[in-house]
């Protein structure tokens, strides 16, 4: 595969369950990125990750937990969300010396019940 | 605080017609802007960019136009398609986040 991959596609989860979302980037990026997709919002930055290492954390609550453990791979851990943390997840990554050009994954949709 | 938004929310124009997406942002020191498409189940896609030294970019069927003055962005689509049916971001870097998006403008095109 090519590009910046997302799975799952679709998730719907309880306020209790304990999920993961994955991201993976063929594209030999240095950072990755975490957005957040809601219905008539901008897109809003979750975390940002230049060589593994998170260099930005905009205020998110805890039970979003990000994990990088390699510069091509990007996990987000859900734990005891609420419903209004239903959005589209999207992960993007670049080069961190040209951090204004993202290449977006697919995203995954997620319902919180 | 500094923010990027788009003029209208909805857009519907006729094949073959030329379209225009508009993007107002506040940030005067933002040197860098980017289009986006997004199509339904898919992420952003990257369309067009321009720095602020230009005033004017030009693609495959786009162009974008930048205004400094009034800080205004936008998008022209030539001969509109059904394929260009999507919903359309600017975002702006100013070098401090990498990127900052507006809320999006959906495009819809009539066959």
């Known amino acids: 595969e090519t590009g910046v991959t997302q799975t799952p596609r679709h998730l719907v989860m309880g306020m209790t369950n304990k999920k993961s979302l994955k991201c993976e980037q063929h594209l030999g990026h240095n950072a990755m990125y975490w957005y957040k997709q809601s219905a008539k919002k901008p897109l809003e930055l979750m975390f940002v990750?230049?060589?593994?290492?998170?260099?930005e954390n905009n205020s998110v609550p805890s039970r979003f937990s990000p994990e990088c453990p390699n510069s091509s791979h990007l996990f987000l851990h859900l734990h005891t969300l609420q419903p209004e943390d239903s959005a589209l997840y999207l992960c993007?990554?670049?080069?961190?010396?040209?951090?204004?050009?993202?290449?977006f994954g697919p995203g995954t949709r997620l319902l919180v019940l | 605080g500094e923010s990027v938004g788009l003029h209208l929310p909805t857009l519907s124009v006729q094949e073959g017609d030329n379209s225009i997406i508009n993007c107002a942002y506040s940030?005067?020191?933002?040197?860098?802007f980017i289009w986006y498409k997004q199509e339904s189940g898919k992420g952003p896609q990257f369309i067009i960019d321009i720095r602020s030294n230009m005033d004017k970019r030009q693609g495959q069927r786009v162009t974008v136009l930048l205004n400094k003055t009034v800080k205004h962005l936008s998008l022209q689509i030539a001969a509109t398609q059904p394929g260009d049916s999507a919903v359309y971001f600017c975002a702006e870097n100013s070098g401090n986040t990498p990127l900052v998006f507006g809320k999006g403008t959906r495009l819809s095109v009539i066959a």
């Open positions: 993007a990554s670049s080069d961190w010396g040209q951090k204004e050009t993202q290449y």
């Open positions: 940030n005067s020191a933002s040197d860098y």
């Open positions: 990750y230049s060589l593994e290492e998170r260099v």
